[in-house]
């Protein structure tokens, strides 16, 4: 299990100093993190924008545990991550952390009401629990019609819905969105933010999301940008940088 150590400086969702993180390509080393620090409160959210390449979903996959910085400390509520082995991860992953992507990547053999309950329901709530938990959270996403439709009987915005009930299955301490409105058009594009950061304010989430969108962008309470690996920011409705 992970050590909760307690992390003490006001307890932020999440806390990150002087991240780093460099990849090489042949004989050439790309920086693609330079010394990126910063904070946020709990229940907040943050929309992190910035040019292709700039390192947005490269900060997102350090913060989700998905990839390690180089050097830097990441805390996450109470967890460290750059002190955690691969098994801790993983249930940090699993239990901590929810993820939405550009895609959806719902299984295409179960049915929406599958695909939210599972992940409970292997973190070990009964299947009973879970399946109703799943149903409230897809009826807080408009898609309690839905239930037992497979991903290709549904739209993009409905997968989408989905991955947004899903990412709130497991009660996480953060939510991480990768441009979870890319592929959608406008109208869906909209009706996804406004779950997203609805269901994010509901159940009082920490929210940080990587988009291109500056409409989605600025609904956020704290909006950052890349720019060359540098993270600078700005502040909305008075929160606290």
């Keep these: 299990m992970i050590n909760n150590e307690v992390f003490q400086e006001s307890n932020p969702a999440l806390a990150i100093r002087d991240v780093y993180k460099s990849y090489i390509s042949g004989s050439e080393t790309l920086t693609i993190l ?6 946020v409160p709990t ?27 180089d050097a830097g400390s990441v805390r996450v509520g109470t967890f460290h991550l750059d002190q955690l082995s691969e098994t801790q991860l993983n249930e940090y992953r699993g239990l901590h952390v929810g993820f ?12 929406a009401l599958e695909n939210v309950y599972l992940p409970a329901y292997m973190a070990g709530v009964s299947k009973k629990d879970a399946i109703e938990k799943a149903r409230l959270l897809l009826t807080d996403v408009g898609m309690e019609h839905r239930l037992q439709h497979y991903p290709s009987q549904l739209s993009g915005g409905e997968r989408q819905r989905v991955a947004v009930a899903r990412a709130l299955i497991n009660n996480p301490d953060v939510i991480l969105a990768d441009e979870p409105t890319g592929n959608l058009d406008r109208s869906n594009s909209q009706i996804v933010a406004d779950l997203l950061f609805m269901n994010a304010e509901k159940y ?3 929210l940080l999301v990587v988009t291109h969108d500056d409409s989605i962008a600025q609904r956020a309470s704290i909006q950052y940008r890349l720019n060359a690996g540098i993270l600078e920011g700005y502040t909305y409705s008075g929160a606290t940088l």
């Design 204 to 206: 009082h989430k920490t």
């Design 34 to 39: 330079k010394s990126v620090t910063f904070s």
């Design 43 to 69: 229940g907040v959210s943050v929309a992190i924008t910035g040019e292709s390449g700039s390192g947005k979903s490269t900060l997102l996959n350090i913060i989700g545990g998905l990839d390690r910085a």
């Design 100 to 111: 939405i992507f550009q895609f959806h990547y719902l299984l295409k053999d179960f049915t």
